[in-house]
């Protein structure tokens, strides 16, 4: 695995969504986690918190939209950013 340059950002997403069927569980978030910030998700109920974590990890495939770890998809390298 090659090292990581210094300005990519750990976590850079653009326009995630995740719809089921007719449910919108997450509409269009856009957030950019750079390497040495601290981050804290708060929100109410419902309000796909859990959901993006769970895109985050690879455990949820998302509807749309991009998202990245340290500059690896989690659509197109989840084996990578499991590591």
């Known amino acids: 695995m090659q090292p990581i340059p ?4 750990a976590i850079e997403v ?6 089921y069927r007719k449910i919108e569980a ?3 978030l856009d957030m950019t986690v750079g390497r040495s910030e601290v981050f804290g ?3 109410p109920n419902g309000a796909g918190k859990t ?8 455990l949820l495939v998302p509807s749309d939209g991009e ?5 690896h998809s989690v659509v197109d390298e ?3 950013v499991r590591l």
């Open 78 to 80: 989840p084996e990578v």
């Open 51 to 58: 959901t993006t974590v769970r895109m985050l990890v690879t």
């Open 6 to 9: 210094p300005n990519v950002p």
């Open 67 to 71: 998202a990245e770890i340290f500059g």
């Open 41 to 43: 998700f708060l929100g």
């Open 14 to 19: 653009t326009g995630l969504r995740k719809q």
């Open 26 to 28: 997450l509409g269009g």
